[in-house]
């Protein structure tokens, strides 16, 4: 038995244009009500130490930002938190970059005017947490 291919015509498909603009403007829709915007910009006016060498570090992952001003007032990844308390902050994002198998880097934003004091009591209190990679931010001196 013999049997015959026998080709039929077939119109090809269209695909339907008419619901494009309805499926764009669901997805800037779903984009835009998913999105996580900052809620606060600090304007933190911190003039750094100068350095006669300094490195750029590029690293912008697994990285946690201690800021301090000139009244004193530290800040972690935008929030105020007191001087006894920086260890608590950082003690789960550490644990928590552990489990990832990976390190936390602290950089720390001081003002030139803080006294070595704060530093060191922040210093401390990073050695509490076991967050024991630290880089001091400062601008290079022209």
Same mark, same amino acid.
């Given at each position: 038995m013999k049997k015959s291919i026998i080709r039929r015509f077939r119109e090809p498909?269209?695909? %339907?244009m008419a619901s494009t603009a309805?499926?764009?403007f669901l997805l800037i829709l779903f984009f835009m009500v998913t999105t996580v915007f900052r809620a606060t910009t600090?304007?933190?006016k911190i003039?750094? %130490?100068? $350095?006669?060498s300094? &490195? +750029?570090?590029l690293i912008r992952r697994n990285v946690a930002y201690v800021q301090v001003d000139i009244n004193r007032k530290i800040y972690i990844d935008d929030n105020?938190?007191? !001087?006894? +308390?920086? $260890?608590?902050?950082l003690i789960p994002k550490?644990? &928590?970059?552990?489990? !990832?198998g990976e390190h936390l880097t602290t950089i720390l934003n001081v003002d030139e005017s803080v006294n070595y004091g704060t530093v060191d009591l922040i210093l401390d209190q990073l050695k509490d947490a076991k967050a024991f990679r630290i880089t001091f931010a400062t601008?290079?001196? +022209?």
């Open positions: 498909r269209e695909i %339907p309805d499926i764009a600090l304007h933190l003039k750094l %130490p100068q $350095a006669q300094t &490195e +750029r570090i105020i938190v007191p !001087e006894e +308390r920086v $260890a608590d902050v550490v644990r &928590e970059k552990e489990e !990832e601008e290079f001196e +022209r």
